[in-house]
T-cell receptor, first 117, second 116 residues
């Protein structure tokens, strides 16, 4: 049973380009969470999605960032017109149901390292 | 306010010795969960251990144990018999009860370097 799969592992974009990060949840999981890790910091929550629904995007920057989780296919985190400050590691996690305290494990994908040059 | 505080930015430990990584947390919830993750230089986040706020016993997983002191709001990670492969960044995280119980709040991390 494959874990959470993210691709690409590394992504280099020039300022002003678009970055698309993909996350395929674990089999049977319909809930996806995106986190961002800036250099030398811990992970920060960005957005929580269920299939075809955004449940909580309170951690997303107001502009240029968007996320989706379509009925078919992976979840996509999209960053338009990237700037150097977007350089970070972006992690995705998934769960079979909405996470609750009884869920004693939380598994992350291997992350996508975005570098904006 | 910071929910998770890790005060040790970096630590050195001799191979085969034990090391304790500090973590204090801030919450007004009675029900919450505490997690520790390891992030090696390759960058992935590896889940290590979990402690529930109502768990009466300290969690253990192999060489990892969690020293949970609820009244002090601390959840220190103890790694026994350190190995060179333990060199990594370690993050403490918390999930609180309530409508946002899916969110993990992370500390800034502690870098551990194991010396031969």
């Amino acid at each position: 049973n494959a874990g959470v799969m993210q691709n690409p592992r590394h992504l280099v974009r020039r300022r002003g380009q678009e970055a698309r990060l993909r996350c395929s949840p674990m089999k049977g999981h319909s809930h996806v969470y995106w986190y961002r890790q800036l250099p030398e910091e811990g992970l920060k929550f960005m957005v929580y999605l269920q299939k075809e629904n955004i449940i909580d995007e309170s951690g997303m920057p107001k502009e240029r960032f968007s996320a989706e989780f379509p009925k078919e296919g992976p979840s996509i985190l999209r960053i338009q017109q990237v700037v150097r400050g977007d350089s970070a590691a972006y992690f995705c996690a998934s769960s079979p149901v909405s996470d609750y305290l009884g869920n004693t494990e939380a598994f992350f994908g291997q992350g996508t390292r975005l570098t904006v040059v | 306010a910071q929910k998770i505080t890790q005060t040790q930015p970096g630590m050195f430990v001799q191979e085969k010795e034990a090391v304790t990584l500090d973590c204090t947390y801030d919450t007004s919830d009675q029900s919450y969960g505490l997690f520790w993750y390891k992030q090696p230089s390759s960058g992935e986040m590896i889940f290590l251990i979990y402690q529930g706020s109502y768990d009466e016993q300290n969690a253990t997983e192999g060489r990892y144990s969690l020293n949970f002191q609820k009244a002090r709001k601390s959840a220190n990670l103890v790694i026994s018999a350190s190995q060179l492969g333990d060199s990594a960044m370690y993050f403490c995280a918390m999930r609180e009860a309530g409508s946002n119980d899916y969110k993990l709040s992370f500390g800034a991390g502690t870098t551990v370097t194991v010396r031969a």
